[in-house]
């Protein structure tokens, strides 16, 4: 070979053979990024949690037996034409035991169980998050009887901000919506939510058909902080100087999830020391280290407990007092903000009659916490401001709508009747003003005069926390009521409870 038939080689494969060896790296790099299909879906195994490792959520649990019921034997329900809820959704502050529920429901009913979080739908690449949204439901369908459990739905499922740039968040929560509508008829599979804000979530979500039944899980009372206490100590070998009772008064305000944590941590602790049990000792040091590890506000102190008490105590007699009205189904100072709370529905217009009297009762007896927080403790919390809201709004439309305002009787001085004079609207404000004090003024008496039933309900409050009807009957058996109201068309349900945050 010439000098020049070499070069003539060189320049011919020696790009052939560089280009070869980047082909070579290139095949070698793609089939080591992972496949841009979603992982396939598969069934979770729930064989490790059961209904009794639920504690402390009996109202939730028996919501929620039904579906387990059906789940096991739908064909018993849908011989009869019953139809069950085909979306629920648990929601509650976090920790407080909602993933555990679901994964119980699935376990006790025997159902096949999908779930996935939605937080990792919105942090996976574009259309993936929808891809396997579809797919989980695929999945679920095809082995009925299935739940599809999405977890954390807040994640696709918060309240769309005013056309902002989140096209995976939108695509993955429509296609959520799509799932939830495009299986209506089958009755074997169904699909939980957990959410820790009902609020934020997108209205679209809870439309009838999607998450349309909605199952509030409360952080727990005093019993239910014992019971869920008793779960997480029982593989533990405890000293017989633990007092499981005593541990659960001391941590008012505390979830499921910080619980069962100061359990293993008392646990943690005495292997640390060499003990063979774990002694109260332990807990107050586990207690200490979680505790601090929370933000102040979590904790509730005595003091704010007793004004609580005082001011739940105040709503729940002044609804006693004020006779059929708004029966009371339950007090509580516990599960502070979400949703629980001074929870009455007034009256409409169109589907009860309601008089003067009765308004001027809802009014009383929304504005008998704070009543009731000034006349034990002489000065008022910025607990109550949601309770004004409601009052404002009654006294409002008492006045502005319905016309009973002595002033201005069986006339309406509406907001938006824009030919009322000046005077006349602030004769109109004025009124507004006056039957709010009047209210007031009425409660404050009214709790004057039954001191006596206040403290024994306050009393009984900071005792076991949560109160239900039938124990608030017993407990004020012998208090007469003070209603005006000359009869009652129609009831307004009432849950007197931490209203406030
Ligand atoms: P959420 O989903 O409401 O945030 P989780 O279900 O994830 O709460 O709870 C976390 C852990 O805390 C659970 O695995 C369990 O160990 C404990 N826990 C929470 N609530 C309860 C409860 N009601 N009963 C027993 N354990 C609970
Ligand atoms: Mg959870
Ligand atoms: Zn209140």
Known sequence: MSWGEIQDTIVIWMPLLFFGAILVVLLMTVRSVPRTKPAPVEKDSVDNVSWSDVAGLDEAKEELEEVVEFMRDSKRFTRLGARIPKGILLYGPPGTGKTLLAKAIAKESGANFYSSSASAFVEMFAGLGAARIRKLFAEARKNAPAIVFIDELDAVGTARQGGGFHREHDQTLNQLLVELDGFGGREDVIVMGASNRLQDLDPALLRPGRFDRQVHVSPPDLSGREAILRVHTRSKPLA????????????????????????????????????????????????????????????????????????????????????????????????????????????????????????????????AGRAAEELVFGR??????????????????????????????????????????????????????????????EAMRLLGK????????????????????????????????ESHAAETVGTVRLVAGADHE
């Not at 009205?325 to 709370?341: E, F, H, S, W």
């Not at 002595?406 to 004025?430: C, H, I, P």
């Not at 403290?455 to 058996?477: Q, S």
């Open 240 to 367: 017989s100087d633990v007092d499981l009772g005593v541990l659960a008064r001391r941590t008012a305000g505390l979830t499921g999830a910080e619980l069962a944590n100061i359990a293993n941590e008392a646990a943690i602790f005495a292997a640390r020391r060499g003990a063979g049990q774990v002694h109260m000792g332990d807990f107050d040091a586990a207690m200490e280290r979680v505790l601090t590890g929370l933000q102040k506000r979590r904790i509730v102190t005595e003091k704010e407990q007793r004004i609580l008490a005082y001011h739940e105590a105040g709503h729940a007699l002044m609804a006693h007092l004020m006779g059929d009205l708004m029966p009371v189904q339950k007090v509580t100072i516990i599960g502070r903000g979400d949703a629980l709370g001074l929870a009455y529905y007034l009256p409409t217009e169109d589907r009860y009659l309601h008089t003067k009297e009765e308004f001027l009762d809802v009014m009383k007896v929304a504005l």
């Open 380 to 441: 008022v919390t910025n607990g109550a401001s949601n309770d004004l809201e409601k009052v404002t709004d009654i006294a409002r439309r008492m006045v502005f709508e319905y016309g009973m305002s002595e002033v201005a009787a069986a006339r309406t001085m509406r907001a938006d009747n824009y030919a009322l004079s000046e005077e006349t609207k602030r004769m109109r404000d004025s009124e507004q003003a006056r039957l709010t004090d009047h209210a007031y003024e």
């Open 450 to 481: 039954h001191r006596g039933a206040l403290d024994r309900l306050a009393n009984a409050l900071l005792e076991k926390e949560t109160i239900d009807g039938e124990e608030l009957k017993e407990l004020l058996g012998d208090v007469a009521v």
